[in-house]
């Protein structure tokens, strides 16, 4: 009697062993089915779902959908250096200056290549109706950079890609 109470007893242990190891397989595929279905390594998930979404909406919202994503992108184009002579009898008479552009499109910075001719002449002109005086205080460079900003705009606006400029950054300023 005493030996079948004793192998009933390790029996319960490996059933419980056995039981438990079952258990962490179970929990180990699950995680990892979890972990698969959020990084998008699985042919369904999160990312697969938005994109049957976007194939089955209007042209209309598969272009917003597209804007949102390229506005996460950030893209430079950065104008070759501009020299200005300032008339004589001033207090400087040469200006050297660099801008770059900042956009979300990355249509903007081809468009801003292949009509470069246009847009320097344009801000050659520009930068040749501020005084050095103006440019010298921090009100002057930041007026400066809002006319160039503009003025860029205004030329992408006028060409057939069209597009929008976020922002320009000075690269270089030297007056002299």
């Not at 205004?154 to 060409?159: G, K, N, S």
């Amino acid at each position: 009697m005493a030996d079948d109470d004793l192998d009933l007893g390790e029996e319960k242990k490996s059933s419980k062993k056995m039981l438990f190891i079952i258990l962490a397989v179970v929990v180990l595929l699950v995680g990892g089915g979890a972990a698969a279905y959020f990084m998008n390594l699985l042919p369904f998930g999160p990312a697969s779902e938005a994109e049957e979404v976007a194939e089955e909406g209007t042209g209309e919202e598969a272009e917003e959908k597209k804007a949102k994503e390229s506005s996460n992108e950030v893209f430079y184009y950065d104008f070759e250096p501009f020299i200005v002579n300032f008339p004589p009898n001033r207090e400087a008479r040469l200006l050297q200056i660099n801008f770059s552009v900042l956009t979300h499109e990355e249509g903007v910075v081809e468009t801003l290549t292949k009509h470069a001719p246009l847009i320097r002449n344009n801000l050659l002109l520009l930068l040749g109706r501020f005084q050095p005086t103006e440019l010298k205080t921090r009100k002057g460079k930041e007026a400066l950079l809002t006319a160039v900003s503009q003025e860029i705009q205004r030329a992408l606006d006028m060409q057939k890609e069209g597009g929008k400029i976020e922002a320009v950054f000075y690269t270089q300023f030297v007056m002299q």
